[in-house]
């Protein structure tokens, strides 16, 4: 079972494929406590707010109420809700914190494609043709640290950047990571005019790839 805070179809706003529609679960746990995290409503799994998937499917603004599913409860939501978008997006919370094999060969036999936004603090449990793009949370409250196995399995790693600091530790993270076959992308915290400045003069230099949020700038979710 899955324990998912939200389900809604919407165009996937960051990294590689920003523009492309996209159905996201939102999978409720984190334990990691990075301080500007903006979905602080699925930290906790708390017994007592958990509710039937209707009530998940029905919330009108963020909560901390989840429902648990299975892999194969998704996909009929999925057929019942009539969404045509064949791109998932598994988030959180910390997706990592389940095994996602079942759930992703599931919807990959259904002909969807998957993607999976990891802070890369838990071990990756992902099939093989699953896209895994890792934000590297790094010093974080929870006192996790970053796996190299989450980074050496990353298709794209994308890292938050508000101060040149972010930059020194992603290039120490990179350090042991062979990035010859990763895309790698900086993305501003909180679309800070001073962070996305930061982070297009590193790309530059770095001849990495920006990412900006684009939902948060066209006011979609
Ligand atoms: S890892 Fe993601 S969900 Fe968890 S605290 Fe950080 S930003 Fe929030």
Known sequence: ????????????GEGSFTGVPAIFIRLQGCPVGCSW??????????PDLQVKLDSVMAKSAETEQWAAITAEQLLALFQEKG??????????????????????????AAGYQ??????????VQVPAKSWVTVSPKVNMKGGYKVL??????????????????HIEQLLQLLQQTDISNKLIY????????????????????????????????????
Not at 37 to 46: Q, Y
């Open 148 to 165: 190299q196995s989450a980074l050496d399995r990353a298709d794209e790693i994308k890292h938050p950047v508000a101060m040149d600091k």
């Open 37 to 46: 995290c903006d979905t602080k409503h699925t930290w906790a799994v708390n």
């Open 1 to 12: 079972m899955y324990k998912v805070n939200e389900i809604f179809e919407t165009i996937q």
């Open 114 to 123: 998957t993607q999976i936004e990891t802070s890369g603090t838990f071990a």
């Open 186 to 221: 900086l993305q501003p915290i909180s679309q800070q005019a001073k962070a996305t400045a930061l982070a297009i003069s590193y790309c530059k230099k770095y001849n990495w790839r920006l990412s900006v949020q684009v939902h948060k700038y066209i006011g979609i979710a």
């Open 83 to 108: 969404y045509q978008a064949r791109h998932v997006v598994i988030t959180g919370g910390e997706p990592c914190m389940y095994d996602l094999n079942p759930l992703c060969n599931t919807l990959h």
